[in-house]
T-cell receptor, first 116, second 110 residues
Framework: GAVVSQHPSRVICKSGTSVKIECRSLDFQATTMFWYRQFPKQSLMLMATSNEGSKATYEQGVEKDKFLINHASLTLSTLTVTSAHPEDSSFYIC????????????FGPGTRLTVL | GQQLNQSPQSMFIQEGEDVSMNCTSS?????WLWYKQDPGEGPVLLIALYKAGELTSNGRLTAQFGITRKDSFLNISASIPSDVGIYFC??????????FGAGTTVTVRA
């Protein structure tokens, strides 16, 4: 149980285009989903927290107009990187917190974004 | 989130050796977590600690929640090649945000 999937696993795009990454909780309802970014040889940095049906809360320094987050259902959150640039190339990982299961977060397998 | 100091940054070990790594924080944590991340994958939870002084094992892994609530360690006994990877400590402090350490890269020499 407690499986989180991400799609796509890898994406390469041209500079200036937008990319959407999906995060799904497959066997549980996720009231809260989190989006992290991880640069090579670095740790995971929280970008934003999204609660189902409400606006996401962004961490300091993360542009909400550039990283659009939608948490439309209890099993799906999406992150859209708008007008992507090479410096946005990174490993994006989502996690989900199950309804009624305390603070534990279950992580997805990550999405490798490369912007040319 | 809070800042976690994890050490060592990397280690090369001989197969069969024991491995130890630790994390410290400047503030009190309510929960300490240890994750392993393989290349190109998301982190996988190894051990969760919820009380000060708690010592928990998961197979060859043992972790402890420090008495001061500001530190934790992870031990891996009798390392094997599949222990290769990056180990992260993480935890929740009073702000309930999950903070991560910088990671310890473990490489096992056969």
């Amino acid at each position: 149980g407690a499986v989180v999937s991400q799609h796509p696993s890898r994406v390469i795009c041209k500079s200036g285009t937008s990319v959407k990454i999906e995060c799904r909780s497959l066997d549980f309802q996720a009231t809260t989903m989190f989006w992290y970014r991880q640069f090579p040889k670095q740790s995971l940095m929280l970008m934003a927290t999204s609660n189902e049906g409400s606006k996401a809360t962004y961490e300091q320094g993360v542009e909400k107009d550039k990283f659009l987050i939608n948490h439309a259902s209890l099993t799906l959150s999406t992150l859209t990187v708008t007008s992507a640039h090479p410096e946005d190339s990174s490993f994006y990982i989502c996690s989900a917190r199950a309804k009624g299961q305390g603070n534990e977060q279950f992580f997805g397998p990550g999405t490798r974004l490369t912007v040319l | 989130g809070q800042q976690l100091n994890q050490s060592p940054q990397s280690m090369f070990i001989q197969e069969g050796e024991d491995v130890s790594m630790n994390c410290t924080s400047s503030s009190i944590f309510n929960t300490w977590l240890w994750y392993k991340q393989d290349p190109g994958e998301g982190p996988v939870l190894l051990i969760a600690l919820y009380k000060a002084g708690e010592l928990t094992s998961n197979g060859r892994l043992t972790a402890q929640f420090g008495i001061t609530r500001k530190d934790s360690f992870l031990n891996i006994s009798a390392s094997i090649p599949s222990d290769v990877g990056i180990y992260f400590c993480a935890g929740f402090s009073n702000d309930y945000k999950l903070s991560f350490g910088a990671g310890t890269t473990v490489t096992v020499r056969a």
